[in-house]
């Protein structure tokens, strides 16, 4: 059967089992968590549809807001300034149209199957070119797999977008545990290996004997997970935020310290970068990994309070003067919000940060020296740190594809859809040969 998505043209993928999983079934717009149950191995479709009482209950929040106060200084020092938010919120309490992207989400061929007792929602578009080479695409946070929507239709139809076709790819797209339409944990222990653990099934469940994996943020945490596992089938990964810092000077970072004198221009770059970001900006994650449960009542809450938690770092992080809809767009800005508040996965989301507890950009903690699998790494200039081609090298023995993007941010896919295609293709070119038992 075959779906004309406005991205390219997809058929569904495998055997589905008869009906849809509608969000009516459970107040919080998701998949109530299946833990302890025995896995439903079937590739079961989904469908969403919020019910209108949640989409008003969130307009009514909206509008009853209190606001504090305005804050003392010029710039963004103290957070991200009211005015800002304000005009964001206000949008969309007034403008904003859920059903828009709801209507573009079921336009794909989504799915949910059940992997260790969870249940996990993913977006699987396949290529019309015969040997696409399977990828399973990993978001991070305050993203969502609505960071890939813009990058679908140029990976699996690449012709249309400037590039060939046995550039072609079969595009998986997960939400982690906790996060958007997959279930959320009641248990201790869904951690970056675990997931990985399962994205493996969920790959060959699929019936692909072999694929590569992508991601940024959690992705990149998650990809290196898989590559440290190494599952057969698992041809390589590419990263947009990787983890290179030398342990000795993460603690130097960790500590306040200068940067030594002997490191490269590029190397004293991200040093400093990273000690602005550790000691001006990590707040949030400080949160999130110590007190996930204490944050999650505000962000359960209060759709406004959400919105300035998440906004600030959409802002910060995106190549984009701290004005993110100059190159994601306001409508997706508040997509990606909009499914956070409707599915009440703010304190889950959190929980992903609890439950990882490692320094996401040391190569000491993430363990990267132990990887074997092909490593390729795409430098976006806007990222928290750029990463040096010497820390990359040093940190991932097999790296063999290191570039370095002229645009783009954090949320690469996000920003830059093309450009990060583009990359993707560049990077898994040599890796395609074995990559022709797609099912």
Known sequence: ??????????????????????????????????????????????????????????????????????????????????????????????????????????????????????????????????????????????????????????????????????????????????YGFSSRPIDLGWNPDRVARAWDVLMKRLGYTHYVSQGGDHGSVISDALARQAPSGLLGIHLNMPATVPGELMKSISAGDPAPASLSAPEKRAYDALSTFFGRSAAYGAMMVTRPQTIGYSLADSPSGMAAWMYEKIAEWSDSELHPERVIGRDEILDDITLYWLTNTGASSSRFYWENNNNNFSSATQKTREIKVPVAITVFPHEIYRAPESWARQAYPSLYYFHEAPKGGHFAAWEQPQLFAEELRGAFKPLRKRADARP
Not at 15 to 44: H, Y
Not at 98 to 115: D, M, S
Not at 140 to 167: C, Q
């Open 1 to 178: 059967m075959v779906l004309a998505c406005g991205l390219a043209f997809v058929s569904f993928a495998g055997p589905v089992a008869a009906g849809s999983l509608a969000l009516a079934e459970s107040n919080t717009g998701q998949p109530a968590s299946s833990a302890g149950k025995q896995d439903d191995t079937r590739i079961r479709p989904f469908h969403i549809h919020v019910p209108q009482a949640q989409l008003d209950d969130l307009r009514k929040r909206v509008a009853q807001t209190r606001w504090p106060d305005e804050e003392t200084v010029k710039d963004e020092s103290q957070g991200i300034q009211l005015a800002q938010v304000r005009e964001l919120v206000r949008y969309w309490g007034s403008g904003y149209d859920w059903r828009r992207l709801e209507a573009k989400l079921n336009a794909l061929p989504e799915f949910v199957t059940t992997i260790d007792g969870l249940d996990i929602q993913f977006i699987h578009v396949r290529s019309r070119e015969p040997n696409a080479m399977p990828l399973i695409l990993t978001h991070g946070w305050p993203g969502s797999p609505l960071e890939f929507l813009k990058s679908i239709g140029p990976l699996t139809d690449p012709v249309a977008y400037g590039g060939r076709p046995e550039d072609a790819f079969d595009v998986v797209i997960p939400a982690i545990p906790g």
